[in-house]
Nanobody
Framework: VQLQASGGGFVQAGGSLSLSCVAS????????MAWFRQAPGKEREFVGF????????HYAESVKGRFTVSRDNAKNTAYLQMNNLKPEDTAVYYC???????????????WGQGTQVTVSS
């Protein structure tokens, strides 16, 4: 399966953005979907994941209460809704697919190409 992320952009602090990640195959529903981000000079970090059946989500503490991961298996698409954005949220955001629930990027064999999110103060 291939993943295509989109929706990044430039926003002021306190604003919102919604990212999408479209999968190329209907096997999308068999994968755990996650979002990660990587700021310049920093390691890639976990943002949140959603289970195959939408029954479970998990978030990094830094985004909890502000970001929401969702998915529509009928559309082979995962989403990341980001509200109350802060300058420290500035990063390239990646969607990823895995066979297991994990917050480690090492457990995700399939990655999208990344989309830039820039938050100004």
């Amino acid at each position: 399966v291939q993943l295509q992320a989109s929706g990044g952009g430039f926003v002021q602090a306190g604003g919102s953005l919604s990212l999408s990640c479209v999968a190329s195959e209907r096997t999308f529903s068999s994968y755990v979907m996650a979002w990660f981000r990587q700021a310049p000079g920093k390691e890639r970090e976990f943002v949140g994941f959603i289970s195959r059946t939408l029954s479970r989500t998990h978030y990094a503490e830094s985004v909890k209460g502000r970001f929401t991961v969702s998915r529509d298996n009928a559309k082979n698409t995962a989403y990341l809704q980001m509200n109350n954005l802060k300058p420290e949220d500035t990063a390239v955001y990646y969607c990823a697919a895995s066979g297991s629930l994990s917050d480690s990027p090492n457990d995700y064999p399939i990655w999208g190409q990344g989309t830039q999110v820039t938050v100004s103060s």
